[in-house]
Every structure is written in structure tokens, then in C-alpha cells.
DNA sequence: TACTAATCGAGACGGTACGTCGGGTCTTAAT
DNA sequence: ATTAAGACCCGACGTACCGTCTCGATTAGTA
């Protein structure tokens, strides 16, 4: 209702950003600890900031003085799991899409693959609240894209490049876009309970994005 | 205190269903109003069932008595308008996509007028207010796509059978799963601000969907 | 907060009093025992008017035609009941304070009897009640005195004024008055828990009553 | 309902009595100020916990976190005037029934003083606001007394054992007890409306209870 | 190594909204 | 016309969290 800050205007002062430097790290693990624990839980949406406080024995002031709202911590805490995650990795080629020279068996092995990730609950769970949040909160909502959803896409988008070197893909596909065709179905169909996901039918979404629906002597126009 | 119908389990009783034949037509138009004038000027996030018994001149409990929740009415309200505005359409071929013989350009028509829709803030507000609710209330998502989301699909099923009739869609293709290569992609990048949408992308997923974008004559495998 | 009736003022018609000679007997008599049977059960506080309409099994209408408040249903049912009781007694000298010719025992005795009653939970519940809503609605709290203290009051009057006839009593002394100096300290131990009510108790006061409390010869000016 | 005292049970925990070191002194007077104008005002029946904290610019939990229900905020809040009001007499015999030597002359003029106060409307809203509450909550009930009522009441006891020092009044009366001879009596019409009050009344109360009520020579058995 | 300012745990505070209860009025159908 | 039933508008309840604001009691980095 009343607009509070738009950064600086002297007056009252711009809130003086807290001193990173003295930040405690031992705080922040907590928090991030908490959150999780606490989304795995109750769910994202039961989830508190006093609840994390609590849990995390922290309080709340030092939860507002370095995120400006729940979805914020869950968000960083669950960026931070996936980077963990990530480092855990032996470093070669680390997360990448397998390339067999078959496009639409490696397409289908991943797809299969986010098939069982998407129906872990672990996942699930934070991941469903801060989409939702994200669908409503455009900020977030950039932010949720551009830190957990387009890193997975350009995956997509290297291994349909080397598709294209390699004469499979047409040129001019636009490689960002055509990994939407498979992408965003099973996408869709989970976020919004839209309809059932099976090996079978990311299968069949990956033989239509290759080949098409249309008949192939088919007079369009 | 006295038991009353649904005859044992007792106990906590089931709190006793009110007579819906007493109900208030009028109280109910209020709400409904109510709830979508507040989910335009303030935003779905921000709208309260206080503030929609206010706005109403109805008692808060003549909202709990008939809903469970402010997602409960604001969708019953959403799709209460819908049902109006489609009553509204001559008796005739009421909603339907065009059929010109030219499944692509059919399509391309189609999808353009939903770009207008989407950036049409009327809608926006409840749609992606709802949508958030839904991702995370399994029982309110799926109602979601039963009432909004699955009608509108299956519109995209009819033209698509139609032109399988015609030879220009291959006849093994499943309807519903094909209008999900052009549909999905645009619902994502809307709903998740995954991506700009315009004219020319959703033009772009058609041709793509339709013939597919793996090389004429690639080897795969 | 706002002034809403005041009694007749036309525009709003004065509400049309109810014809009393249609009133269903059998719902006043369910509405008395209702009252009565949950002022005993959950206390004279807890009691509502749906309570009351729901166990007797009538509608809260019903209650309203007839009565203003709980406090005036729990009065009448109470006021009722004592009538019963009253009619129950063999036709002769029905209530009265026995005079045996001396006025200390029978006071005494009579006192001792109420410090019996009082203690009676069957009693109590709706005694305090009413007595409780009678101290803040002075309407109320006159009509509890006059339907129900005063009544035993004027038993003791008449003991009294006998008293005077015997020349036990100085004949300046104003009954009404002198009765209070040994009923009054016993109602107020009771009712406001401002001491410990005892057969003893009672005792000393109709001593201190009928003697003085100053000594004998002392010089009061 | 609430567990109250009985420390550990754990379970449903005991709700963490909060610190009372950091309680706001502010807070405090600003509810104590606003609840006793408000009883003033509208009566005390009408007063609202949340009125109370409107009025004082609170948060109703601030009113929650230290008192348990209307009546404890006025109670304290009536208690807490007294004591002011006892702070601002001139520190000498501060409250004490007047000895001029003559016993029935000084009652007297006590008792009309405090037929005055009875009749002042500033005492007499809470006043009976929380006598009322009182009988029906035997807890509050015994705070009222001891605090507000008895040591009003020791007064009487102190100078009737002065009297009994100066040979005035009988070595063997409970002074404890003989002050309800013409205390109580005042007490319960007043209460009650069980009767008019005057300064005549009061007289005679005093004029009964010094010397009785029996005839002198009065043959008692 | 001591100083001193920021951060920390804790939680009281002013608020908003929750979901529930009951008051008193009004409407309906059955008697 | 009264009744049982109960929907209705309304006001207050007591609770849960919000985000802000003190409080000592640690910590660091700097002097």
C-alpha cells in the first residue's frame, strides 16, 4: 500500500546496507538449513520466517537484514543446495547432455531422467512454492528462471547446436525455441497437474518435435 | 452439538452442509463481483476475504459458509464470468478455431489472439493469481485446468482432428498431445516470464511443431 | 454503538406485539427447562440463546418473540421454577419464618437453612447469574430483586413486626431495615466471596443485631 | 481450557510467559488510560479488548501477552488509580476513618461520604462492571475483594478496635464481622438496587447495629 | 592486545487478517 | 399467525505472522 524505500532520497537514510564482511556464516547455513528442512516439511507455504528463525536458532532480524522476504531465503537456499550439488561432481563434463550421435535417444534418456527428478518429493516440494511465488511476483519470478530453470535449457541448446553441426537439425531452427516443443509440455503438465507424465509420453513428444505433426506430402497452402 | 445427517462416524461432527436452496443469489452476484473488482485493483495477492465481505456488504460468514478458501472464490467468480461471456456469443458455432483449410495460418491466427489476451491485464490478474494457488493446492490446480485450462484445449483438439480428416496431419499424431508443442511453450514463457512472447515466436512454434526440426533427410540413427 | 430502535417513532413500525393467546405452551416450557438444564450444565456465561433455542428445539425466533435477553429467559425460567416449587407446598402457612416465641433461634435458625441453600450448587448457577447481570442492568436488577429477594425478604418482616407485637423488638425499629443488618453481611460474604459463610457466622450476626455492638453503659455522647 | 500454572507438563506447551524486564512502560499506562475512559464512556459491558487497543494505539496482542481477559485490564487498570490517587494524599494519616471520640458520629459521617461516592457515576461504571464480573469468576471475584474491597473494609476494623480500647464498643465483638451490620446493608442495596440509599439510611444503620435492635429489658427466652 | 562498532539471539511491539462464535433480524415452508 | 429452521449482516473474539524496534552479549576488524 505505502511505498517504503526506492532506494536513496536522503531524509530517511537509505538503510545503510549491513557490513557483509562481519556476516556470520555459521547464521547463514542455519537459515539455509532451516528453510529447506522446514519446506520439506509443512510445505513451502506453511513455511514461516519466524519458523525459520526458530529453527534455525537465529533471529528474525538477522533473517531481514540479509533477505528482504521468505521466498528470497528459500530461493538462495535452494540455489545453494543445487551449487553444492553441482561441485560434488567430478569436474570433466560435468552436467551436460550425453551426445551418442542419436538426437532423439539422448533427448529422450534426459527427458526420462527429469521425468524421475520431478516426481522426487525432495524437489518437489520448494521447487512447486517458489514457482508459484515466481508466477506472481515478477521479480522473483525472473530471478527463479534465469538462476534454476535457463541454466537446465541451455543444456538443451548446446546439444542442439551440435545437432545442427552435425546435419541433424535444420539451421535455421532456432535452437532456444525448438527445445521448448518438449520442454515446456512436461513442464506444463507437472507445474499445473495438466496431465500425466510417463517415459512414454515424453517419448512421444520428442518424435513429434523432430518430425513434426504434419503429413509429409502434406499440402500446406 | 446434535448430530445431524452423514449418520456415523460422529465424533467431530461434519459440520453440517447449509441448505443451499435458502441461499442468497444476491449475496452471491456480490461476491463474485467483489472478488474480481478486488483481484483487479489490488492484485490476487493482495485481496482478502475480509476485504471481498467488505466490498460486498456481506457478512464474512456468508463467504465461509459457501467457500473454503479465497482461491475457492475468486476461481468460482473467474469462471462465473466465464460462463457468462460465453453465453453472451450467438448460438451458432460459438467457440471453435477457425477452420480455412490452412491448418498453419488456422493456428498461427489462433495463437496470436491469445498474445492479445495474455498482456490484456483484465486477465492477467485472477489467471495468474489462480495459476500460483494451483500450483501448489494440487485439488485447486486441478480444478483450475478442468474449468480454465482443459476447454481451451480442447478446442485445439477438434481443429487438429479436423485436419487429420484431411490428410494434413498424420493419423497415428494424438491431438492432445500435439497442440501441446505450440500451447505449452507459450503458457510457460507467459506464466514463468520465461521468455518474451510475440507474434512472430508463437508463429515461429507452429512451423516448428508442424514440421518438426530435424533435417528432411537426416540420418537418425 | 448506534442507536438503533427506541422504542416507537412510526416510520419503523413499533413491531407489531405478538399475539399471545396463539403462543405454543409446550415451546415456553421446553424453552424454561432448555435454560434452566444448560445454566446448570456449562454455567450461567456460557449459555447463548442458540444454545438454549437448540436444545429445546425451537427456533431462535421463538425466543426473541417472546423474551428481550438470555437474562430475561434465565429470570422467568428461574422465576418459574420457584412458582412450581412454591405450589408444591401443602396449603397452610406455606412459607413463612417459624416463631417459636423466640426471635434469636428462629432467626437463627432461618439463617442457617439459607447458609445450607446457598452452598447448593443447583442453586447457585443461576443465582449468581442473574444476580451478576443484574448489577449492570439496572432494569434487570430490579425486577431480580423484586421477583426474587424481596419476597424472602418480607418474610422476615413480618417475623419482625411480630416480634415488635411481642415486645421483642423496640417498636421504633423499621422492620425492612433491621433485617439487612443480619441478611445483607451474608449475601455479600456469598455473592462476592467477601468471606467465609459458616453456621457460626450467621450466629454472631443475629446476636450482633439484636444487642448492639456498643457496651451497655458507653457513653455515646 | 488453558493450563495454567503446573510448570512443566510439556505437550501443549505453557505458552512461554514473556519477559516482563522489556515490557513497554508506555504500553501500559496508554491501556490502563484507554480502558478506563472507555468504561466511563460506553459502560463497561461494551468495552471491547480490541476497543482498548485502538484506543490506545496498541496491538491487541500487547493487550493478550499480559492480561488473560477484559476484566484483568480493568481491574489492574482501576487498582493502579487507586493507588495513584492514595500517592497524592499528603503522606500523615493518610486514609483513615476519623476519631473524634465519638463512635456513632464518625461512622456516620463515613458512610455518607461514601453514599457520595456511590452516587458518582466515575466509580460507579467500573466499579459494578467488575463487582458483576466478580460473582460469576470466583478467581477475579477474590482479586476485587482483596484489593478493592477489604482494605476499605480494615478501616472500619481499625477504628472499631479503637472504640473497643475507649470502653465504647463490646471487648467480646469481631470487629471483622460487626462492620458488615451497617457495611453490608449499604453495599447491597446499592449493588443491587435492592433499596434507596440516603444519608438517613446510613444513619440508622449505624443507630441499629451500635445498639440493637431488641427491646432493652427484652425477655429473649 | 585492547577497543569499539556492527552483528547476533531474543522477543516485545503496532498491525492485518485469519477463521469462529454468537447476537439479533429476516425469510421460507409447514402447521 | 405462529412455528422450526437457519441464512443473513455484523461485531468481537483470540491467534498467527508480518516487518520494525529495542535490548544486552558476542564478535570481528582496526587502532
Redesign the pocket.
Known amino acids: 500500500m505505502v511505498q517504503?524505500s526506492t532506494p536513496a532520497r536522503s531524509d530517511t537514510p537509505p538503510k545503510a546496507a549491513?557490513?557483509s564482511?562481519?556476516?556470520?556464516e555459521k547464521?547463514r547455513r542455519?537459515i539455509y538449513e532451516a528453510a529447506l528442512a522446514l519446506v520439506g516439511e509443512v510445505g513451502y507455504q506453511k513455511v514461516?520466517?519466524?519458523?525459520i528463525a526458530a529453527r534455525a536458532?537465529?533471529?528474525?532480524?538477522?533473517i531481514?537484514?540479509?533477505w528482504s522476504?521468505?521466498a528470497d531465503v528459500v530461493m538462495e537456499a535452494f540455489v545453494d543446495r543445487s551449487e553444492q550439488a553441482a561441485e560434488a561432481v567430478p569436474p570433466g563434463q560435468e552436467y551436460a547432455i550425453p551426445d551418442t550421435g542419436d538426437l532423439a535417444a539422448d533427448l529422450k534418456f534426459v527427458l526420462r531422467a527429469t521425468v524421475d527428478e520431478l516426481l522426487d518429493p525432495a524437489f518437489e516440494a520448494p521447487y512447486r512454492g517458489l514457482a508459484a511465488e515466481g508466477l506472481v511476483n515478477e521479480e522473483l519470478g525472473r530471478r527463479y528462471v534465469a538462476k534454476l530453470l535457463e541454466p537446465s535449457l541451455q543444456l538443451y541448446v548446446q546439444r542442439l547446436r551440435a545437432a545442427q553441426d552435425a546435419g541433424q537439425v535444420r539451421a535455421d531452427i532456432d535452437p532456444r525455441i525448438a527445445l521448448e516443443l518438449f520442454v515446456s509440455p512436461l513442464a506444463q503438465r507437472w507445474l499445473q497437474y495438466a496431465g500425466p507424465i510417463s517415459y512414454e509420453y515424453t517419448d512421444t513428444l520428442v518424435d513429434y518435435a523432430l518430425h513434426g505433426i504434419a503429413s509429409p506430402g502434406g499440402n500446406q497452402r
Open positions: 517504503k549491513p557490513d564482511t562481519r556476516r556470520s547464521s542455519a514461516t520466517i519466524e519458523g536458532g537465529v533471529g528474525k532480524q538477522t531481514y537484514r540479509w522476504s521468505k
